[in-house]
C-alpha cells in the first residue's frame, strides 16, 4: 500500500482557506485518494475522494497533480468546527475480488483559532 | 438512514478476560471493518468482512479475531486481554467491496482493561 506524508499540524484562524497537503510517492495506478475527518473520540468522516485534477463537494477540494505523487485538500472558510484530525489515505480498486484496509496515517491536527 | 451503530461504548475488563463488541452497519451495506485506534498507534485495520467473508486481516494476534452475520451485523472477539488492548474499536461499513465506496464509521467502543 502507498504510504503517506502530511504534516502534523496546523494552525489557523476563522474565515480563512486552508490547505493541507498529503504526498504520496508510490502512488499505484488504480489508487485512489481519500481524505476523512475526525474529532475526539469520534470516527472518522469521508470528507472527499478522487483519482486525478480536481475534485470538488459541499465542504471541500481536492486537488491532484497530474503525476499524482501528491494531494492537496482545501478547506474554504474554516470554522472553528473544523478542528479536527485530517487524514489522507491512498488505496485501490480491486473490486470483487477483494479489498484492501484503508491505511491511516498519523493524519494532520488543524487547530482553528478565531 | 441510522448510522453505524456500535454496542457497548463503553467497556472495563480486567486483563485475562474476553470482550464481545458488537456493530450493526447502515442497512444495506455488506462490508464491515474493525480498527483499533490508540494513542500511539493511530488507527490500525484490524479486519474487514464482505458477505460474511473474512477478506482481509491486519497484523493482530489471534485473540484478535471476528465474525458477521447473515444480516451484516458484525461482533470482534478479543480473548485473553492485556493491558495494551485498551483502546477505541472502531466499526464501519460500506456499501461496496472496494476502496473507492465511502466507509461510514461508528462512534467507536471505548475498552479499557485494568
Known amino acids: 500500500l502507498a504510504k503517506t506524508t502530511q504534516p502534523i499540524s496546523m494552525d489557523s484562524y476563522e474565515g480563512q482557506e486552508v490547505n493541507i497537503t498529503c504526498s504520496h510517492n508510490?502512488?499505484?495506478?488504480?489508487?485512489?485518494i481519500t481524505w476523512y475527518q475526525q474529532f475526539p473520540s469520534q470516527g472518522p468522516r469521508f470528507i472527499i475522494q478522487?483519482?486525478?485534477t480536481k475534485v470538488t463537494n459541499e465542504v471541500a477540494s481536492l486537488f491532484i497533480p497530474a503525476d499524482r505523487k501528491s494531494s492537496t485538500l482545501s478547506l474554504p472558510r474554516v470554522s472553528l468546527s473544523d478542528t479536527a484530525v485530517y487524514y489522507c489515505?491512498?488505496?485501490?480498486?480491486?473490486?470483487?475480488?477483494?479489498?484492501?484496509?484503508?491505511?491511516f496515517g498519523s493524519g494532520t491536527r488543524l487547530q482553528v483559532q478565531p | 438512514k441510522a448510522g453505524v451503530t456500535q454496542t457497548p461504548r463503553y467497556l472495563i475488563k480486567t486483563r485475562g478476560q474476553q470482550v464481545t463488541l458488537s456493530c450493526s452497519p447502515i442497512?444495506?451495506?455488506?462490508?464491515v471493518s474493525w480498527y483499533q485506534q490508540t494513542p500511539g498507534q493511530g488507527l490500525q485495520f484490524l479486519f474487514e468482512?464482505?458477505?460474511?467473508?473474512?477478506?482481509n486481516k491486519g497484523n493482530f494476534p489471534g485473540r484478535f479475531s471476528g465474525r458477521q452475520f447473515s444480516n451484516s451485523r458484525s461482533e470482534m472477539n478479543v480473548s485473553t486481554l492485556e493491558l495494551g488492548d485498551s483502546a477505541l474499536y472502531l466499526c464501519?461499513?460500506?456499501?461496496?467491496?472496494?476502496?473507492?465506496?465511502?466507509?461510514?464509521f461508528g462512534p467507536g467502543t471505548r475498552l479499557t482493561v485494568t
Open positions: 464501519a461499513s460500506s456499501s461496496g467491496p472496494d476502496g473507492t465506496y465511502e466507509q461510514y
Open positions: 508510490n502512488i499505484a495506478t488504480n489508487d485512489y
Open positions: 478522487g483519482y486525478k
Open positions: 489515505l491512498v488505496g485501490d480498486m480491486l473490486g470483487a475480488t477483494g479489498r484492501r484496509a484503508l491505511t
Open positions: 442497512s444495506g451495506h455488506r462490508s
Open positions: 468482512y464482505f458477505s460474511e467473508t473474512q477478506r
